[in-house]
C-alpha cells in the first residue's frame, strides 16, 4: 500500500523549531522582519502574500507587505528592494512571483543581497549551491522540501533519482542539492525522448514540470518513491504533476500528494530561512 507523505506534519515540527529560535531572539531584543514584495496582477500571488503573514504573526516574526501595484514601473521595483537590501531592520526579502507583465524576474532578483535572499534564487546563492559550497548559501525553499521528504525514507546517498522539469526554482537547484548528497541523478525535460524508460532505474522520482497528470502508472513501477512539487489548477482545483490514482495503484512506495505535500513544508521553510540568513547576516558582521 502506498504511504501519502504527510507534508502538513513536517511543517509543523519545522515550525516548532522556528518559534523556539523567535522567541529567543525576541528575548534579546530582535524580532526577525521578513519584507515580501508584491508586483503582479495575479489574485493568488496576492493569497499566498497574506497567508505569509498570517503564518508570520503565529511564529512571531514581523512580515512588511509591500504592493507595489499592477502597474509599477521596473525602476521602482528595482529601487524598492534595492531599498529593502541596505535597510539594517530588514533580514529577508522575498519577491513573490511571477511578476506583472514588462517585469524582469532576473533583473528584480539582482537588486536583492544574497544574503536577504530567503527564496535562495539569487545568482550568488545559486552559484555557491552550485559548487557544492552550501555552508555559505541560502538554499530554495521547494527543493529542500523535496529532499526532506524523501529522506524520511532513508538517505539519498547512492541513490539512483530522476528529476522531471529543469526550472530555475525547482528543478535545477535541487539537481545540486541531490549531487552535493552523492545520489546518481537522471534529468528529464520536455525533450527526453521515453520518459518511462528514464524513470525506470530510479528509486526516487520528483516531478516539478507544472503539467497536471503528466506522471501516471505507465511511468512508475513498484518500490519508488514519488515526490511531486508540480503546481497546476485544473477546475478550480489544486493538483500536482502525478495522477495520484494511477500512480498509486501500480504500487509505489510513497506519494507526496498534492495539496498536502511539499507546498507546506516549503511555505515553512521560507521562514527557517529567514533565520539562516540573519545567521549569515552575524557571521559577516563579526
Not at 501519502?4 to 511543517?11: E, Q, R, T, W
Not at 521596473?74 to 524598492?80: D, F, I, N
Amino acid at each position: 500500500m502506498t504511504t501519502l507523505i504527510d507534508g502538513v506534519a513536517a511543517a509543523k515540527q519545522v515550525k516548532q523549531s522556528i518559534s523556539q529560535a523567535v522567541a529567543a531572539l525576541r528575548e534579546t531584543g530582535v524580532t526577525p522582519t521578513l519584507a515580501v514584495v508584491v508586483a503582479t496582477t495575479d489574485a493568488s500571488v496576492r493569497s499566498y502574500a497574506s497567508a505569509k503573514l498570517k503564518n508570520a504573526e503565529a511564529l512571531g516574526i514581523s512580515l512588511r507587505l509591500l504592493d507595489l501595484g499592477e502597474t509599477v514601473s521596473e525602476a521602482t521595483l528595482t529601487a524598492t528592494l534595492s531599498e529593502l537590501s541596505s535597510d539594517s531592520s530588514v533580514h529577508g526579502i522575498l519577491l513573490e512571483s511571477p511578476l506583472a507583465p514588462g517585469l524582469s524576474f532576473d533583473r528584480a532578483l539582482d537588486c536583492i543581497a544574497s544574503l536577504k535572499d530567503v527564496d535562495g534564487l539569487t545568482p550568488t546563492n545559486l552559484g555557491h549551491l552550485a559548487a557544492g559550497n552550501e555552508a555559505a548559501a541560502i538554499l530554495p525553499a521547494t527543493p529542500q522540501a523535496c529532499i526532506e521528504l524523501a529522506e524520511q525514507f532513508g538517505p539519498l546517498g547512492g541513490k539512483q533519482v530522476a528529476i522531471v522539469g529543469r526550472g530555475r526554482t525547482v528543478g535545477r537547484p535541487l539537481l545540486s542539492m541531490l549531487l552535493n548528497r552523492h545520489a546518481t541523478v537522471t534529468v528529464c525535460h520536455t525533450k527526453t525522448p521515453d520518459l518511462v524508460a528514464a524513470l525506470a532505474p530510479a528509486d526516487v522520482v520528483f516531478t516539478a514540470a507544472g503539467r497536471a497528470k503528466l506522471i501516471t502508472g505507465d511511468h512508475v513501477r513498484p518500490g519508488q518513491i514519488v515526490i511531486d512539487a508540480g503546481i497546476n489548477v485544473v477546475d478550480g482545483k489544486l493538483t500536482g504533476d502525478v495522477d495520484a490514482e494511477s500512480v498509486k495503484a501500480r504500487g509505489i512506495t510513497a506519494l507526496s500528494p498534492v495539496p498536502g505535500g511539499v507546498g507546506p513544508l516549503t511555505s515553512a521553510i521560507v521562514f527557517r530561512n529567514l533565520l539562516r540568513a540573519m545567521a549569515l547576516q552575524a557571521v559577516k558582521a563579526t
